[in-house]
């Protein structure tokens, strides 16, 4: 499908100048743009590259000087960033997934399927299951006894859904993602070492060896509106109640929520983040990649976490995060600086022990 | 199903009080119980929001004031987590998969099943594989050629067992569980630059492009009797021998286990654990979410170590553990400690420096 | 199937000594070597254990006092590792996948298998997918629309493949291995309080609620020659242009490649590493296990990075890095042993203060 840029201007609601019947299939980076596709520039140091390309003509920003660049015509956003979400949306080739249900899915008769639900090739709906209209459940995915489904929801290739998971409207998960399996709780039959540790900051007691029996996982997943899974992210069930995740908050890739985990909304939780069991965290929180969070802790609104960040305890809402242990971004930074002085002033210290003692034994 | 207060306080063991011919169909937080769930309120803090909630009955603990909490029935147990254990495991509702072999499901003729396997919905079972009584083998499940499981293994949804894969009996594959890929071993024709950095801490001498060749996995996984393994985690195959790991061993969601490592028995590795090729670990191991371990290394029975930690060296039977490097827990507290106080010290050399050498000066 | 000592050795391009027509069937460790095996032991440390076992014959290292460990015959290659590798692929026993297309498989008649391309049972490969000569695709795979893999290709059980992913020739994926999920790349209409506290370190501004929108991904995955995908990693398409990962580069398990990520050639990324978006790595690059990488930096060629390591800013070429931040290697290594000092360096200020300032007073 091709477009024209007055089409493109028009559904974004952004102003277009210059030929704007120039048609597009695509969009691509200035620099290997054919002349079919739209170059995507949102910003002086990428436009510079346009020369090197073929495009007629450009995403650019608000006040850019697209003559001077050479196009022939330009959309011009006052956000370009937000601009991208409309236009790639437009653009978007999708996986190519066939609407309908294959002939190889296995469908229980007891699920229902709203209209025009497709489901792919070997995937498989069980009992129970009910499905929103409009969703597309992908090759080989999996949902489970009695799972619920929203409206819109989209499954990549190898998702799968336990039973007793319940998601809003436009469901996402991309291929592996998991929602729904048993939390990691155990428990010895007298005290454990752990147990001992953390009352004590380490001292684990007299050590003994005690088998680890389940605590059985009889809660479910709840999620929210517009929530989207990352590849072979994992969402376990919560034990009494449910594991909730609210509306429109986003997980990467190879994320993990244990058990009991609250998220509020609009939150943002990156690769490879780690959410221990009984957290709960507030909404619009985002947490960089590799994140982890400490069982049992309180995450307030708003909060942000940089890249590796360990939160071991509770964070109040607003605070910007750093570090392991995570602390207030600013003075992790002093930190950091301070820790690259320190061994100068190992030396340092040590010349003025020399000075001062020596001294004082010369009095 | 339902159960009366009695027959969960017979089952367990545990004394009851109060009306216990009271009927409950399921367990629930006692702010959200319902007049037919039994709610959970394992300590005062809990049980304050009993009124909450529609609850006749609750699971306390030993001494609980039940009457006063508005009760007519109760459950007093002298540790209430590990009641927990019995009690979910009586209300399970579990998957709800099916009894017998899906006709969808491939078994290889040469596969040897006990009595009583169920076989879900496009499952494979290979040749020569041999799946122990009583056994569940999910949904898009794998057994992988030759492999062997023990009695009553629960295989939940896209679980895969490589071939040269041996578990004991209940062995446990949440969703997504990865047993048996091959190791990451890689060797140049000459010494790379990681050689010559790891004998030099940090210098890689002259560095040099050469390809990476493969090292290929003979060896299996052993693992033995009622080990659990978490959604989308991995353990890898060994090179000559096999990776084991042993009794009652639980590994949390995307954890991974490198080739020809050791652990031991009841060890519990959360979330986001990952070890390193030829590491051996302990009985009684305890790491948390996203602690990791160098390759070639030993920890030893009963170590613990914090979330985050990351183990570069041996460790010790015995120790708890916490940071990057990982430290003894205490010395590691006193080190953050003091890292805090470390942009103040910086002044405070200054100062006496200023003092010292300027009065040196003078003198 | 059994090979002679000297076959090996012939096969190899290394001397052999003694008899070498022993015929053996497998590789063993030295104290666990049946009389059939031969016994890898490459260096003094495991060859001391030969007298443990029964093997007549080992692979030991060059100048190896072959005779007085009593075998009988034994391989002797300069760099023993390196003899692994050839070793190792000679006596692997594989997976035990079937040639030809299973029935049960699910290929679209616009794809293109090459010649003597297998696909095991239940595996999906889409519309106008090309897949090259002598390609295996396991149990439970799935190849997207549109998308190519060279000749040689390895995909094990339950490996995905997205549409728009190109691989080259000899492509391995690990089981559950996932290439060619969406982008985690998200706006918000008005500029969010992550891109405030970026600009301010750690100041937030005004927080305030926005939702996240989508950008879509339109790019792909481009895959060089001879890469490998460990077992559930995953790799993102591009937003505009193709994620890349260049020839010869593996990726251990559990490690994730976000979008726009470009990797060179001859990288080792060890397990659960994890690559923010649109970050450039160089050739020759070595990440150890749970090494971060912030998004949009560059990593020079042959940079090497301990486990564990955050990079959170550029990293020249040739550099060793470790810790969190990562920092140069030995600089590392000389803070973590200052800091180890650290609370003695307090006591050792708080009694020089004590001396100078009480002795200032008394002046």
Redesign the interface.
């Known amino acids: 499908m091709t477009h024209t840029i007055a089409e493109i201007a028009n559904a974004l609601g952004i102003a277009a100048v210059g030929d704007t019947s120039i048609r597009i299939s695509?969009?691509?980076?200035p620099q290997?743009a054919g002349p079919g596709e739209l170059a995507?520039a949102m910003s002086p140091k990428y436009a510079k590259r346009l020369a090197e390309g073929q495009a007629r003509a450009a995403l650019l920003w608000s006040d850019a000087d697209w003559e001077a660049l050479g196009l022939e015509a330009a959309i011009l956003p006052t956000?370009p960033?937000?601009a991208?979400?409309g236009l790639?949306?437009m653009?978007?080739?999708?996986?190519?997934f066939a609407t309908g249900i294959h002939p190889?899915a296995?469908v229980d008769p007891s699920a229902e399927l709203g209209e025009a639900v497709s489901v792919g090739?070997?995937a498989?709906i069980?009992?129970g299951a009910r499905i929103g209209a409009g969703s597309v459940i992908g090759?080989?995915c999996?949902v489970?006894?009695?799972a619920e489904l929203g409206k819109g929801a989209l499954l990549?290739?190898?998702a799968?859904v336990?039973?007793?998971v319940r998601a809003g409207d436009r469901f996402i998960m991309?291929?592996?993602a998991?929602v729904?399996?048993?939390g990691?709780s155990?428990?010895?039959?007298?005290?454990s070492?752990?147990e001992a540790?953390r009352k004590s900051?380490?001292?684990?007691g007299e050590?003994q060896?005690?088998?680890?029996?389940?605590?059985?996982?009889?809660g479910g997943v709840s999620i929210g509106d517009?929530v989207?899974i990352?590849?072979?992210?994992?969402v376990?069930c919560g034990?009494?109640?449910d594991t909730m995740i609210g509306n429109?908050t986003?997980l990467?890739?190879?994320a993990?929520l244990?058990h009991n985990v609250i998220v509020g909304?609009?939150c943002?939780l990156?690769?490879?983040v780690?959410i221990?069991g009984s957290v709960t965290i507030g909404?619009?929180v985002?947490l960089?990649?590799?994140v982890?969070v400490?069982?049992n802790i309180f995450i307030g609104?708003?909060v942000?976490a940089?890249?590796?960040t360990?939160l071991?305890s509770n964070v109040p809402?607003?605070r910007?995060m750093?570090?392991?242990?995570g602390?207030?971004?600013?003075?992790q930074?002093?930190?950091?600086k301070?820790?690259?002085?320190?061994?100068r002033?190992?030396k340092?210290?040590a010349e003025?022990?020399k000075?001062?003692?020596k001294?004082?034994k010369g009095d």
């Open positions: 695509g969009a691509a980076e290997s995507i956000r960033r937000f991208m979400s790639t949306r653009l978007d080739p999708g996986q190519g190889s296995i090739p070997l498989i069980s009992a090759p080989h999996f489970g006894q009695g990549r290739e190898h799968s336990g039973a007793r991309q291929p592996g998991r729904g399996g048993d990691f155990f428990v010895t039959a007298e005290p070492t752990v540790a900051l380490g001292d684990q050590a060896s005690q088998p680890w029996i389940r605590i059985h996982t009889l517009d989207e990352g590849m072979n992210s994992t376990d034990t009494i109640r429109n986003k990467d890739n190879l993990h244990g909304d609009n943002l990156c690769g490879q780690g221990a909404n619009n985002v960089g990649g590799q982890g400490s069982d609104d708003g942000i940089g890249g590796g360990k071991l809402a607003g910007s750093l570090g392991y242990p602390t207030q971004m600013d003075k930074m002093e930190s950091y301070a820790l690259r002085r320190l061994p002033l190992l340092e210290v003025l022990r000075a001062v003692f001294s004082s």
